[in-house]
Every structure is written in C-alpha cells, then in structure tokens.
C-alpha cells in the first residue's frame, strides 16, 4: 500500500541556515504530494503541493520537488527564521479519493 | 469564515470517565475527518465522513471509540469509558466536495485529552 516516510527529527539549525526535510514515498501511480506544518498549539496547515512529476510546490519561502524517479519531496528553504520552528507533515493523496497518507512528522528548532 | 471549530480545548478527566469531543467543520465542507495524534504514534485517522456516513472506521482503536455525525455541521467524538492510554490531541478536519485534484485538509486546533 501507499507509504510515506520523513526524515527523523528534531532538526536543530541556527536562523538563516539551510534546511532540508526529506520525504520519500512509496505508491503506484501518480500520487499528489503534500508538505503541511504544526505550529505549536496549533492544528496542521497546508504549507505546499504539487499534483504531478517535476512540478515544484513553493510557499513563505519553501519549496519542494515531485521526483518521481526517486520518490521523493524533500522540503527545502534557503535561510530559516525562528518562526518557521514547527512540526513538518509530507503527506500522499490520490485523485478523487478522500484520505491522505501522512508521515511521522519532523520537527525543526531554529535558534537565534 | 471561523474554520474547523474543536471543543474542548483541554479536557482533564479521570480514568473510568466518559468524553465528548465536538468538532463543527467548515460550511460547505462534505468530508470531516478524526485523527489522533501522541508522540509514539503519530498521527492517526481514526474515522472519516462522508454527507454525514461513517465511510472508514477501521482506524478506530477499539469499542471504547463511538463517532457520530448527526448532522452536516456536527460531529462528536466519544470515548467510553477513557483510559490513560487515551491520552492525546485529537484533531478534526474537513475538505469540501471532491472534484478536480485532491483536496487540502483544513485542520481544528485540536483537543488535547488528559485521562488520570
């Protein structure tokens, strides 16, 4: 069945440092792919997407890339800020079905 | 629009101890989904809706578990009788009707559940 699995965290990095989740996935087919994110205290948001191979979701300076010939998302940001400390979701959906498939969840800490 | 509305925020409640947790989705919306989320497991779909019906209950952890959908614009959540191990946040969701692509998820802020 369709799987998604995430980077273990946390991932601690210093602000306007480089960041990288990894997402990797395992499904048939072409998939839609999700990166949502959990302030704390808060419910998860959707943070990108992207719906087809080679598309690039990007948001509030993220980005991701649909590769289908490595099944992978990774989440990247070229400078962090404190603000973007949270827990990270990738998730899978399918086309006209109704559930998405979500990993475990990485939790990123920036430091002043 | 207000978005997911959750209630509860916090429940405390000892072991033995019937809860209620309530969840009004999005106007319009005609999905709405129940995920429980701890640190060991994640996060997890429990039950989701469709036009009020049951579609999936198979992530229910056990018969202690009972969700309703009385109508479009409420749900609850039971657990019956609670135990520690029920210990969690609990979130719901709800998408609108499908139709092209996959729909985004819009999350409450979830009911953190302590069971004494």
């Known amino acids: 069945g369709d799987s998604v699995t995430q980077m273990e965290g946390p991932v601690t990095l210093s602000e306007e440092a480089f960041l990288t989740i990894n997402c990797t996935y395992t499904a048939t087919g072409y998939p839609s792919l999700f990166w949502y994110v959990q302030y704390p205290g808060e419910g998860l948001q959707l943070l990108l997407k992207?719906?087809?191979?080679?598309d690039k979701g990007s948001n509030k300076g993220f980005e991701a890339t649909y590769r289908k010939e490595t099944t992978s998302f990774h989440l990247e940001k070229g400078s962090v800020q404190v603000s973007d400390s949270a827990v990270y979701f990738c998730a899978l959906g399918r086309y006209n079905t109704d559930k998405l498939i979500f990993g475990t969840g990485t939790r990123l800490q920036v430091f002043p | 629009d207000a978005g997911v509305i959750q209630s509860p925020r916090h429940e405390v409640t000892e072991m033995g101890q019937e809860v209620t947790l309530r969840c009004k989705p999005i106007s319009g919306h005609d999905y709405l989904f129940w995920y429980r989320q701890t640190m060991m497991r994640g996060l997890e779909l429990l039950i989701y809706?469709?036009?009020?019906?049951?579609?999936?209950d198979s992530g229910m952890p056990e018969d202690r578990f009972s969700a309703k959908m009385p109508n479009a614009s409420f749900s609850t959540l039971k657990i019956q009788p609670s135990e520690p191990r029920d210990s969690a946040v609990y979130f719901c969701?709800?998408?609108?009707?499908?139709?092209?692509?996959?729909?985004?998820?819009?999350f409450g802020p979830g009911t953190r559940l302590t069971v004494l």
């Open positions: 992207a719906t087809k191979a080679d």
């Open positions: 809706f469709n036009n009020n019906v049951p579609i999936d």
């Open positions: 969701a709800s998408i609108p009707r499908l139709g092209a692509g996959v729909s985004e998820q819009f």
